[in-house]
């Protein structure tokens, strides 16, 4: 076991990805020596997103390790600093290809001198580029043109997805309007609720759960979009979702629930809400931990604390 990392897991050993040292020990490698580098996040955007055709991914286990990795990363990172493992940059469309249910028809030459005149092209990457910048004018000129809304990245993503990922609400709004498939999943098996949850975007959640988005729909990892959010610390969207009904005990392929991944990673106000909420603190994950015995393991006093008087 490398010392080094198990000091970054804050001195034990309770979730030590014990599978990916063995299976891939040059990414585990990779990992730590990018640690305090601003690569890592760009690395773990590489590993976790299948963006390259022929690849299959890895298995469920070491996936589960590597996402919890990036994630306590992500928590130790200072609270000023507003980096994404997942950034949809630009470059992320170098190796654009279409969804074969959705090929993509050149629009009238009208739309292509409108869009010019916004610099953007009239293209994929152009639709996908006006949601990410929020330029909902040009958005509005794809959707004039007829272009299909469900028009997929190499990624899966569609233009609704880039939107609520960039917490872009007047395009989620002008999208949906415009009948987005607001359950559409990327190859991941996340929807546009679990992007919009991942970055705190309250405004694009809740106009996803207004038009029917699938509030307890797990990605390939089984995580939901109130787990997406509890890892992430977005108090105000763990709080819209519960307000809308949320299955707040549902399970991961590794057996957590939003509970453990709060008192894990230390997030004592989302941990109250979900104790206050019904949340059953008596669900052992895989590993037969319950999220109070997380919070001891990972030293967590205050929610500890919370244990006790809750």
């Given at each position: 076991m490398n010392q080094?990392?198990?000091?970054?897991?804050?001195?034990?050993?309770?979730?030590?990805?014990?599978?990916?040292?063995?299976?891939?020990?040059?990414?585990?490698e990779t990992?730590?020596?990018?640690?305090?580098?601003?690569?890592?996040?760009?690395?773990?955007?590489?590993?976790?997103?299948?963006?390259?055709?022929?690849?299959?991914?890895?298995?469920?286990?070491?996936?589960?390790?590597?996402?919890?990795?990036?994630?306590?990363?992500?928590?130790?990172?200072?609270?000023?600093?507003?980096?994404?493992?997942?950034?949809?940059?630009?470059?992320?469309?170098?190796?654009?290809?279409?969804?074969?249910?959705?090929?993509?028809?050149?629009?009238?030459?009208?739309?292509?001198?409108?869009?010019?005149?916004?610099?953007?092209?009239?293209t994929p990457e152009g639709f996908f580029?006006?949601?990410?910048?929020?330029?909902?004018?040009?958005?509005?000129?794809?959707?004039?043109?007829?272009?299909?809304?469900?028009?997929?990245?190499?990624?899966?993503?569609?233009?609704?997805?880039?939107a609520s990922f960039h917490g872009r609400d007047e395009v989620v709004g002008l999208l949906i309007k415009h009948d987005a498939d607001v359950n559409a999943l990327d190859l991941g098996g996340n929807s546009a609720l679990h992007w919009a949850a991942f970055g705190g975007h309250t405004a694009c959640a809740r106009q996803l759960m207004q038009n029917h988005a699938r509030m307890d729909v797990r990605n390939n990892f089984g995580w939901t979009p109130l787990m997406q959010a509890t890892a992430r610390n977005h108090l105000e969207v763990v709080v819209l979702l519960i307000d809308n009904g949320v299955n707040l005990d549902?399970?991961?392929?590794?057996?957590?629930?939003?509970?453990?991944?709060?008192?894990a990673l230390g997030y004592s106000e989302i941990a109250r809400i979900l104790l206050e909420q019904g949340a059953d603190r008596k669900l052992k994950t895989n590993d037969g931990d319950?999220?109070?015995n997380l919070a001891v393991k990972s030293r967590q006093e205050a929610v500890v604390s919370l244990f006790k008087s809750v």
């Open positions: 080094r990392l198990i000091r970054i897991l804050g001195g034990t050993t309770v979730n030590y990805p014990y599978a990916l040292e063995n299976s891939y020990p040059r990414i585990l990992i730590l020596s990018l640690w305090d580098d601003d690569e890592i996040d760009n690395y773990f955007m590489e590993l976790m997103v299948n963006d390259r055709g022929g690849r299959s991914g890895f298995p469920p286990e070491i996936a589960a390790e590597i996402m919890h990795l990036s994630l306590v990363h992500a928590a130790q990172e200072p609270p000023d600093k507003h980096k994404d493992i997942w950034d949809a940059a630009s470059n992320s469309f170098t190796n654009f290809a279409h969804h074969p249910a959705t090929d993509w028809s050149a629009p009238d030459e009208h739309y292509k001198i409108e869009l010019q005149k916004l610099d953007i092209p009239c580029e006006a949601a990410e910048t929020g330029n909902r004018t040009a958005v509005a000129l794809f959707i004039e043109a007829k272009i299909n809304t469900e028009v997929h990245d190499n990624r899966g993503w569609t233009p609704l997805m880039m549902t399970a991961a392929d590794d057996g957590y629930t939003a509970l453990h991944k709060a008192a319950t999220a109070e």
